[in-house]
């Protein structure tokens, strides 16, 4: 079946810290990968997306890049702030199966940045 | 509506009872989806709708789960017998036809006693 593990956190850095936040999947067929991201108090929402191996998804300075060969895909910010302090959930979906699967998460992973 | 809403945000339920939660997705998608957060767990998936295909509901934990999407559109989420490790926030999503992007609801906190 299909799984993600990523780094269990909390993950605790300063203002304008390198961040990485790993991630690495287990799929059949060819997956396309999420980070989603959740703010204190609010839903998920969709942080970046890669669909296809060696794409980049980028978005509010974060970037991941689809690694078939090592089966990751890395969550990196240059300088984080403190308002990138939430939970960073990786995802995954798998086509080639019988129907249209859902997205399947890790387990998050909390990001405290402290002024 | 403007997002995803569901009801209510809280519950605290004796145990043994049942549960209807309630989730109104955006308007126009045609998917749908509920998952469970557990403290210090990922999301685990529960239940999706497409459309008028028959739901995938490969995720349900137990018979006690189940949920129904009335008119393609509002989703109940029913756990009956309720038991302590029921206690968690149940997340619902929806989305356009077969698109990856999904947009969450804010949850429904769930508390057995």
């Known amino acids: 079946g299909n799984s993600v593990t990523q780094m269990e956190g909390p993950v605790t850095l300063s203002e304008e810290a390198f961040l990485t936040i790993n991630c690495t999947y287990t799929?059949?067929?060819?997956?396309?990968l999420f980070w989603y991201v959740q703010y204190p108090g609010e839903g998920l929402q969709l942080l970046l997306k890669?669909?296809?191996?060696?794409d980049k998804g980028s978005n509010k300075g974060f970037e991941a890049t689809y690694r078939k060969e090592t089966t990751s895909f890395h969550l990196e910010k240059g300088s984080v702030q403190v308002s990138d302090s939430a939970v960073y959930f990786c995802?995954?979906?798998?086509?080639?199966?019988?129907?249209?699967?859902?997205?399947?998460f890790g387990s998050g992973t909390r990001l405290q940045v402290q002024p | 509506g403007a997002g995803v809403s569901q009801s209510p945000s809280n519950k605290v339920t004796e145990k043994g009872k049942d549960v209807e939660l309630r989730c109104d997705p955006i308007?126009?998608?045609?998917?749908l989806y509920w998952y469970r957060q557990s403290l210090g767990q990922g999301l685990e998936f529960l239940i999706y709708?497409?459309?008028?295909?028959?739901?995938?509901k490969s995720g349900l934990p137990s018979d006690r789960f189940s949920a129904e999407r009335t008119g393609g559109s509002v989703s109940t989420l029913t756990i009956q017998r309720t038991q302590q490790e029921d206690s968690a926030v149940y997340l619902c999503?929806?989305?356009?036809?077969?698109?990856?992007?999904?947009?969450f609801g804010s949850g429904t906190q769930l508390s057995v006693l």
């Open positions: 890669a669909t296809k191996a060696d």
């Open positions: 709708f497409q459309g008028n295909s028959a739901p995938d």
């Open positions: 995802a995954l979906i798998a086509f080639g199966d019988t129907g249209r699967r859902a997205l399947t």
């Open positions: 308007s126009g998608h045609t998917a």
């Open positions: 799929a059949t067929g060819y997956p396309s």
């Open positions: 999503a929806s989305s356009l036809p077969y698109n990856e992007k999904l947009f």
